[in-house]
């Protein structure tokens, strides 16, 4: 190594003690250079600078500690183990060790004094506390409460690497850095200036070697700061680049006669909304190009992105290509094929549907015309994108509801049209507001059209939230509602994933109801249900044959029937926002005005107490999806796996939120005046992001 080497360019090989063995566990972390591992920071610290009486222990923290050991004793509660109760004067504590030698049992001598380091818990309703094998050391009386160590980082680490360890290869790191070594600085020097951050390396000692215990808020040190500003900046350009990168590949473009779209828009018995409208001219100047369009279109549930969706699906078939569209339940791809059959029954583009209760003779027929381009627009669920299904000629790859997909599976269908580097145009539906945080973060690689409107005429869904007790009163009003000429659903739901038992629970309801209202025609459909009984069942609902609707949450998501104008929602309690706000958009689509009852279980949690508050406050789904995320964070949001690319080290884009638009000016500046920096910025912080980098 030479003083004038960048720590970037040399291999963790090059540190005393790692051999191929360490290098492959730290690899595993995605720690390949040396720098990399002084960007390997700590996520917590421990305070080993003073030493806390025993009475004062808080249960839930890591604490040092003293004490006298008062007794020692090896017992037999299901598991052999050896308690230490240990005394300070100012309270007891006891250590308990599963793992112990004759030797450590010997040295627990009565009156003999530990300095010990663990977590402190409490497991028994005496409130007695304890720590569960504790770092510890025998010292001599007189050298009680001389603790030396100061804050000690704790690093997220591997199996098979030790915490010990690690910290050794950090110093080592940093005396190369002492010696003049240097880290490559991603930060321009005017934005360090401009901001007040520190240097790089002066950042990485206060991080790594802290003089004081980081308070919580104190997550906002300066050199913290650096880098939160850092990962965000790296982020922001990465997925800049993807967007740009996209634009480099080739997709077929449709030049479709505006005549045929007219008349298809006619024949639909309502205009499109100014929204709409907008929206669709965003869609078809997309459309014309010979870019792949990467399009998401976000309106909140009822704003009627179907209509939308069916437009740019027949500017896709008008130009002779195929539009395969997702959905994620069969109910609602059944429902689109319907809906899509009737709109388009004048011309002669054959639509299919695809689910996975197709199978045998049927399958193969749809996949032979889905292979052989008969089939021009195919709806259906993940079934669409098996192997065995190809398509003859994709252009379009539709996408509702994408939430409940992930990434991988939008790129697997995408690319199922690809072929010989021609990409079909993707275009992708949502009712769940991306945050403005994550917005303003350039969302994934994806434009953004928002319909901001409803349809004219909805009046919003009224609320109410009522304890399970007062279900007599609710079916009452269920009664009147139906002499009204409403059509009403009632919807159980359980939060165990158990499918059975949410069928269970639905079966049970009918009996109820139809007990109390004898008078009433009640369906129902759950899940267990054959595909064809549910759809009978959905479609006696729709013909108003049905009075009541009883479901699981399997109508959660597109479901369109306008009639039913009151919900009730059983156990609403145990929703979240996102389903709660889907479910309910079932109703307020006709003319009347809607109502839903939220009914739950009391005692309700503050948290729960808070998602049916402001159900009841509001039906606008920006709101609902801001007050979401400040309740569960962004992470769970957008569903498990595309948060899986949005995993920070340091940032937390709540938090964070105040300093985005600074960093949106960066990343564009840096873009432009410096994309060499670009690289390495996004090597450092983002080359985990695996499915990104391939688009
Ligand atoms: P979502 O955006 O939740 O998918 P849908 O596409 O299911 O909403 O539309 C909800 C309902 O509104 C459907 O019955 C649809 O036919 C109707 N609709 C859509 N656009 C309009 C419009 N411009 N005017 C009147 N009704 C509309
Ligand atoms: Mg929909």
Same mark, same amino acid.
């Given at each position: 190594m030479a003083v004038d080497d960048c720590l970037d360019d040399l291999p963790v090989t090059q540190l005393k003690g790692v051999g191929e063995k360490i290098a492959l566990k730290l690899k595993r972390l995605g720690i390949v250079s040396i720098a990399d591992i002084l960007f390997h920071l700590p996520f917590r610290y421990e305070d080993r600078s003073k030493v806390v009486a025993i009475g004062a222990l808080k249960v839930g923290e890591a604490c040092l500690f003293e004490g006298q050991v008062e007794l020692a004793e090896v017992v037999y509660r299901g598991r052999r183990s050896l308690l230490v109760r240990l005394s300070d004067g100012t309270g007891f504590i006891t250590l308990r060790f599963f793992h112990f030698s004759k030797n450590q049992q010997l040295a627990m001598q009565r009156g003999q004094w530990l300095r010990c380091f663990g977590d402190i818990k409490s497991y028994s309703k005496s409130h007695s506390i304890e720590v569960v094998h504790p770092e510890y050391q025998l010292i001599a009386e007189s050298k009680r409460g001389q603790a030396e160590e100061g804050m000690l980082a704790v690093y997220p680490v591997t199996e098979g690497l030790h915490q010990l360890s690690f910290r050794k290869l950090i110093k080592q790191a940093f005396s190369l850095m002492e010696q003049g070594l240097t880290v490559r600085d991603c930060l321009p020097q005017s934005v360090l200036d401009e901001k007040g951050l520190p240097t790089l390396q002066d950042s990485l000692r206060r991080l790594h @070697?802290? %003089?004081?215990?980081? !308070?919580?808020? !104190? #997550?906002?040190t300066p050199a913290l700061k650096r880098f939160i500003f850092e990962e965000l900046l790296a982020h922001h350009v990465s997925l800049s680049r993807l967007k740009q990168g996209v634009r480099y590949h080739k997709a077929p473009p449709f030049r479709s006669e505006e005549n045929r779209k007219k008349q298809f828009l006619n024949s639909l018995g309502f205009k499109l909304t100014a929204a709409q409208n907008r929206v669709m001219s965003d869609i078809s100047s997309d459309l014309v190009q010979a870019q792949p369009m990467q399009r998401l279109l976000q309106g909140d549930v009822g704003s009627g992105k179907t209509v939308v969706a069916a437009c740019a699906a027949l500017m896709a078939t008008e130009a002779g290509y195929q539009v395969a569209m997702m959905v994620p339940t069969e109910l609602l791809a059944e429902q689109h094929y319907k809906n899509f059959r009737t709109w388009l029954k004048d011309t002669n583009v054959q639509v299919d549907w695809l689910v996975g209760q197709h199978k045998g003779k049927v399958y193969s027929a749809i996949a032979d015309d889905i292979a052989e381009g008969r089939s021009n627009i195919v709806i259906g669920t993940h079934a669409l994108f098996q192997e065995k299904v190809s398509f003859a000629k994709l252009g379009l790859v539709i996408i509702d509801e %994408?939430? /409940? @997909?992930g990434v991988h599976q939008r790129l697997a269908l995408r690319d199922k049209g690809a072929s010989k580097g021609i990409y079909p145009h993707q275009l992708i539906m949502t009712a769940t507001p991306i945050p403005r945080t994550l917005a303003m973060l350039g969302y994934a690689d994806l434009d953004l059209s928002i319909i901001d409107e409803l349809p004219p005429g909805r009046t919003p869904v009224s609320t109410a939230v009522l304890p399970i007790s007062k279900k007599d009163q609710i079916i009452a009003r269920i009664k009147k509602g139906v002499e009204d000429g409403r059509q009403v659903y009632w919807v159980c739901t359980l939060v165990e994933e158990s499918e059975a038992l949410q069928c269970q629970a639905a079966e049970v309801a009918v009996e109820l109801l139809r007990d109390a209202l004898p008078m009433l025609k009640i369906g129902l459909v759950h899940g267990r249900m054959q595909a064809d009984e549910k759809q009978k069942e959905m479609e006696q609902f729709k013909q108003q044959r049905l009075d009541i609707l009883v479901a699981t949450t399997v109508i959660e998501v597109g479901v369109d029937v306008p009639n039913a104008s009151l919900m009730v929602i059983e156990n609403a309690e145990r929703l979240g926002l996102a389903q709660l706000h889907q479910l309910r958009? #079932?109703? $307020? /689509? $006709?003319q009347r005005e809607s109502h839903c009852v939220l009914m739950y279980k009391p005692p309700l949690s503050k948290n729960a107490n808070e998602r049916l508050s402001i159900m009841r406050e509001t039906t606008d789904g920006f709101k609902i999806a801001e007050k979401d995320m400040q309740l569960r964070g962004p992470g769970e949001l957008l569903g498990q796996r595309q948060a899986g690319f949005m995993q920070f080290k340091v940032a937390d884009i709540e938090r964070d939120a105040e300093i985005l638009e600074d960093v949106a000016h960066c990343a564009e500046a840096i873009l432009q005046k410096q994309p060499e920096l670009v690289e390495p910025l996004v090597h450092r912080w983002v080359s985990n992001s695996v499915e990104y980098a391939q688009v």
């Open positions: @070697f802290p %003089q004081t215990m980081p !308070a919580h808020e !104190a #997550r906002k %994408q939430h /409940r @997909f958009g #079932r109703v $307020g /689509r $006709g």
